[in-house]
């Protein structure tokens, strides 16, 4: 994964920003953004309730809003949407899991 060079941390993995790939939705037409970690290390906590303290895989931080997960010049679909869980303990909650997985 090519590392963006943003300073700061990611608001929902809490990685920082220079380890995520930001990308233009593939929608025609469309300007938003994808918003991928690119840290191999999660904690995450599956819909089934569930955990998993070593997760090793991209997730997506924020999808484009209108179009989901495929950006221009990748296919994100199959990696899981992820969003903080609201748990003292750090997790990511999985929104959505990956298409294929």
Do not use: W
Not at 95 to 100: M, P, R
């Amino acid at each position: 994964m090519i590392s963006s060079g943003s300073k700061g941390f990611c608001t929902i993995c809490k990685h920082a920003n220079d380890v995520h790939r930001s990308e233009t939705c593939i929608a025609k037409g469309c300007r938003k953004k994808i918003k991928v970690c690119g840290s191999l290390c999660h904690g995450i906590i599956h819909q089934d309730g569930t955990t998993d303290d070593n997760y090793s895989g991209y997730v997506v931080c924020r999808p484009c809003p209108d179009h989901g997960r495929c950006g221009k010049t990748v296919d994100y679909s199959k990696y899981p949407v992820v969003a903080n869980s609201g748990n003292d303990d750090g997790r990511l909650a999985i929104l959505q899991y990956g298409v294929g997985v």
